[in-house]
């Protein structure tokens, strides 16, 4: 009874798998949105119940929604690194809703880690004069580190190392 909006995926590879969510109203907007929520969240993170469904809504308003459904990480993929992500992910994702829906352009959503993702993902793509998404919001992202804020009071250096070590 969670993720109850129809989607469809519409393509997949080492990574994730993109999912479609098809308008439900008359009027649709030509240009889709991609979701990106972080890598330990599944993909309905943001449709858990009817009621409150991010995704819902915005079908509602008229948009295609694309949401990306990250693989969970396991040993087979532990040489995956950041780059990886961002190509086989939000970029490869671009390609195929594109190919999907005919429109280059898309609005961009970023959620937690997703959200990180998605600002390094526009740098990359200013970099190669990239503009295939025309907007980005941001949900709950951290995007300045050496301004982590609040959460300096749970980590210092030593907690940071320590952990990068268990992963």
Partial sequence: NIATTPRKAVYQNELMQLVQDEPASAEVYKRPLL???PRIKTYYNLDLREKNSLV???IEQGLTV???SWVNPDKKRAGKDFVDYMLE???AALGAIEQAT???EV???GYCLGGTLLVATLAYMAAKKD???VSAGFMSSLIDFPGAGELEVFIDKSQGQARAKRI
């Fill in 35 to 37: 979701i990106m929520p």
């Fill in 131 to 133: 503009k295939r998404i």
């Fill in 66 to 68: 694309f949401v990306i």
């Fill in 107 to 109: 609005n961009a959503l």
């Fill in 89 to 91: 992910g939000p970029l």
């Fill in 56 to 58: 819902k809504w915005c």
């Fill in 102 to 104: 005919g429109e280059r």
